[in-house]
C-alpha cells in the first residue's frame, strides 16, 4: 500500500471547519489506513491500496465534501517529493534582502510556462515567487498579511492550489517524508 501526503485548502478558516480528529475517523473508515494529521490546517498522511491518484483524490475530495458539507481541493504528493520539496526550498538562495518569512504553495496541476514566467516576475517591494515544477516558493521581507501576494490571487493564474509556511513543510518533511 503506497503512502501519500495530502493538503487541502482552505479548512479551518471560518467557516469551513474540519475538525483533525473527524476526519481521521472518516478516512480510516472509509479504506484508507495509518491516517495521521499535522496541525489544524489539514495536512493529512495515509495509507490506500488505490494506485490512482486522481481516484485517490476524487475520493478524498468526495469524503470529505459529503462529511463536511462544502468542497475542499485536495493536492496529493508522495513522502519522496515532499522531502525533494523541503530539501530544494532550504537550497534556494533569497532573492531579496530582509527575508522574513518563506512559502511554498502546492499546486494541483503544473503551471504552464508562461505562467510561471508570470509568476516569476512577480516583483512587488519586498515580495519575490519562483515557480519549481509544481510548486510555487515564496520570499517575503515583511508580514504575509502586508503582502499583496496571496493564495487566492496565485489560484487565479494556477488553479486549485494550497500554501503552508516554510517551517511547516520542514516539519512534515522530518515527520512524513523519506530521507534522500
Not at 475538525?19 to 489506513?33: C, V
Not at 531579496?96 to 494541483?108: A, E, K, L, M, N
Not at 515544477?133 to 486549485?160: C, F, M, T, Y
Request: hydrophobic share 45%.
Amino acid at each position: 500500500m503506497a503512502v501519500h501526503i495530502a493538503f487541502l485548502r482552505a479548512v479551518n478558516v471560518a467557516p469551513r471547519w474540519v475538525k483533525m480528529e473527524q476526519l481521521r475517523k472518516l478516512l480510516s473508515n472509509n479504506g484508507f489506513d495509518d491516517v495521521e494529521t499535522h496541525i489544524q490546517s489539514g495536512n493529512i498522511r495515509l495509507r490506500t491500496a488505490m494506485r490512482s491518484r486522481a481516484k485517490i483524490v476524487a475520493t478524498l475530495e468526495r469524503l470529505i465534501e459529503d462529511e463536511f458539507g462544502f468542497p475542499v481541493p485536495v493536492v496529493l504528493r508522495t513522502p519522496d517529493q515532499l522531502s525533494r520539496i523541503a530539501a530544494h526550498a532550504d537550497a534556494l538562495p533569497d532573492p531579496i534582502d530582509g527575508v522574513q518569512s518563506r512559502y511554498v504553495t502546492f499546486c494541483v496541476e503544473t503551471p504552464s510556462f508562461d505562467t510561471a514566467r508570470t509568476i516569476g516576475g512577480w516583483e512587488v517591494d519586498g515580495e519575490r515567487l519562483m515557480v519549481d515544477g509544481d510548486e510555487i516558493h515564496w520570499w517575503l521581507a515583511k508580514s504575509a498579511h502586508q503582502a499583496k501576494i496571496s493564495n487566492a490571487r496565485i489560484e487565479k493564474l494556477v488553479g486549485p492550489a494550497t500554501t503552508r509556511d516554510l517551517k511547516v513543510v520542514r516539519a512534515l518533511a522530518a515527520k512524513w517524508g523519506n530521507p534522500a
